[in-house]
């Protein structure tokens, strides 16, 4: 793939947009990120894995090799709070630390360890689902050392243009020699918009709340009868302090 066919994917377009966020803002810790590597170099390094990664994964690390040394004294970028993207060498080394985790539990098979790192925060991860087969996106998942795995974005896409958003929008803000800062409740707006798992959640939630307002509880599941008490609980409890 030559560099301008690159620059056209929608990805990389929106890495492109947070790259200039930051170089506006934060030159010297744009210059942190190392330079991209060739298809040829990934595939390479890649072949000791015993499944495939979707081809975003191969456009990110085209554009950008993640961070330099974790132990350079240089400020490093952040794509979200804490979140540093690992070098392409630095994730297959995480990798496999995550499957050790993973194979720690005797019920879980080894196809089922198929999470592959992107970004990390101390011990914590956003990590991509690989496969057997070759595919061109993904769902990605953070992955938390003592609760496990959450569904965060269906693509690596949707997850940078949710982050490429709350730069533009001053969600997020970085000033060159500091860390990344953060309007929590600006920033989970953005990113809801990019989540449909959590819109669809919410829009279910909303929909038990309003049967069980119109008596028409007794045709929703357990479950579904306690999403919907919860949510108006907490209406009741907004509504409180609004007064």
Request: hydrophobic share 40%.
């Amino acid at each position: 793939m030559s560099a301008s066919d690159l620059q056209a994917l929608p990805l990389v377009q929106t890495l492109e947009r947070i790259l200039y966020c930051w170089q506006v803002k934060a030159p010297t810790v744009a210059q942190s990120l190392q330079p991209g590597l060739t298809r040829e170099q990934i595939e390479t390094q890649l072949q000791t894995l015993s499944f495939h990664l979707p081809e975003e994964v191969y456009q990110l690390y085209q554009w950008r090799n993640g961070r330099e040394d974790r132990y350079n004294p240089t400020p490093q970028v952040e794509f979200m709070p804490g979140y540093q993207m690992l070098s392409l060498e630095e994730a297959i080394v995480e990798y496999e630390i995550i499957r050790q985790l993973l194979l720690e539990d005797e019920e879980v098979k080894e196809n089922e360890t198929y999470w592959f790192p992107l970004f990390a925060e101390g011990g914590n991860y956003y990590v991509i689902q690989g496969d057997i087969a070759s595919k061109a996106t993904a769902p990605i998942f953070v992955f938390f050392v003592q609760v496990g795995l959450e569904l965060r974005f269906n693509s690596l896409t949707d997850m940078m243009l949710a982050i490429a958003e709350c730069f533009e929008a001053g969600a997020y803000s970085i000033d060159d020699y500091s860390y990344l800062d953060w309007d929590d409740l600006r920033a989970d707006r953005i990113w809801f918009k990019h989540q449909p798992h959590r819109v669809a959640k919410a829009e279910a939630t909303l929909n038990s709340a309003a049967a069980i307002l119109s008596n028409q509880a007794q045709h929703l599941s357990y479950k579904e009868q306690g999403e919907g008490y919860s949510a108006l609980a907490k209406m009741r409890i907004q509504r409180r302090c609004l007064c």
